[in-house]
């Protein structure tokens, strides 16, 4: 209801347009459109990456099978609640690529742990939360961002239709470099995801600037940023 009622409240001024096949054909080669794409990629890598190998990192810091299950109820709680709160502060301040910003700092600050590796099993514990919670506030807020900035009908379904099936191919990406043989350091896979979340980081940057841009040319506000 809060992304419904957000987006509702910010498009009702965009009109809506016939179709033409020429709009679908912009959208495929759009280049702030290929940077949300490329902003999700990476979160979505981080945040499958998680979900299919957190249990393993956790028994490697000494938690039995079911133990870590019941300890990684604590971190997605975290990160569900941190990104309902991102999600309503963006909203009021009518701003979400600082939140997206915030999002991809998490992500790094968590994988430089995991890298690390620390002798402290508890400061290893607290990098799951860092990395679950970024990539958790990046995706959502990416697709609100892409919601506010295309026209309604066609061209919005057919700009979300890119972003899901593209951007989820981080997934892809995810499940290759969680190497078996590496459990639970993973030290590639976490790599990976640090690399991967430095060029959505340099993403979110350069869409700022180039909407910022096209803004300034448009002499007034059209483009959210």
Same mark, same amino acid.
């Given at each position: 209801?809060?992304?419904?009622?957000?987006?509702?409240?910010? &498009?009702?001024?965009?009109?809506?347009?016939?179709?033409?096949?020429?709009?679908?054909?912009?959208?495929?080669?759009?280049?702030? &459109?290929?940077?949300?794409?490329?902003?999700?990629?990476?979160?979505?890598?981080?945040?499958?990456? $998680?979900?299919?190998?957190? /249990? $393993?990192?956790?028994?490697?810091?000494?938690? @039995?099978?079911?133990?870590?299950?019941?300890?990684?109820?604590?971190?997605?709680? #975290?990160?569900?609640?941190?990104? *309902? !709160?991102? @999600?309503?502060? @963006?909203?009021?301040?009518?701003?979400?690529?600082?939140?997206?910003?915030?999002?991809?700092? &998490?992500?790094?600050?968590?994988?430089?742990?995991?890298?690390?590796?620390?002798?402290?099993?508890?400061?290893?514990?607290?990098?799951?939360?860092?990395? #679950? #919670?970024?990539?958790?506030?990046?995706?959502?807020?990416?697709?609100?961002?892409?919601? *506010?900035?295309?026209?309604?009908?066609?061209?919005?379904?057919?700009?979300?239709?890119?972003?899901? /099936?593209?951007?989820?191919?981080?997934?892809?990406? @995810?499940?290759? !470099?969680?190497?078996?043989?590496?459990?639970? +350091?993973?030290? $590639?896979?976490?790599? $990976?995801?640090?690399?991967?979340?430095?060029?959505? *980081?340099?993403?979110?940057? +350069?869409?700022?600037?180039?909407?910022?841009?096209?803004?300034?040319? &448009?002499?007034?506000?059209?483009?959210?940023?």
């Amino acid at each position: 209801m809060i992304l419904y009622g957000s987006i509702h409240s910010q &498009l009702v001024a965009i009109p809506r347009c016939g179709y033409r096949k020429s709009k679908i054909l912009f959208l495929t080669v759009e280049f702030s &459109l290929r940077l949300r794409i490329l902003i999700y990629f990476g979160a979505e890598e981080n945040a499958s990456g $998680t979900v299919a190998f957190q /249990p $393993t990192v956790l028994q490697g810091l000494g938690y @039995s099978s079911t133990s870590a299950q019941v300890h990684s109820i604590p971190i997605y709680m #975290t990160a569900w609640a941190i990104m *309902l !709160v991102c @999600s309503m502060i @963006s909203m009021r301040v009518g701003r979400r690529y600082m939140f997206i910003l915030f999002g991809c700092m &998490l992500n790094m600050v968590g994988l430089a742990i995991e890298i690390a590796q620390p002798r402290k099993e508890g400061v290893k514990y607290l990098g799951l939360f860092f990395l #679950t #919670t970024g990539s958790y506030i990046v995706m959502p807020i990416t697709v609100v961002l892409l919601s *506010l900035n295309v026209k309604k009908g066609y061209q919005r379904a057919a700009a979300l239709g890119l972003l899901a /099936p593209v951007g989820n191919c981080g997934a892809i990406l @995810s499940s290759n !470099v969680f190497i078996t043989g590496e459990a639970p +350091i993973y030290h $590639t896979g976490f790599a $990976t995801g640090l690399g991967v979340n430095c060029v959505s *980081l340099v993403g979110i940057i +350069i869409l700022v600037l180039y909407l910022s841009m096209k803004n300034r040319k &448009l002499a007034g506000k059209r483009f959210y940023i």
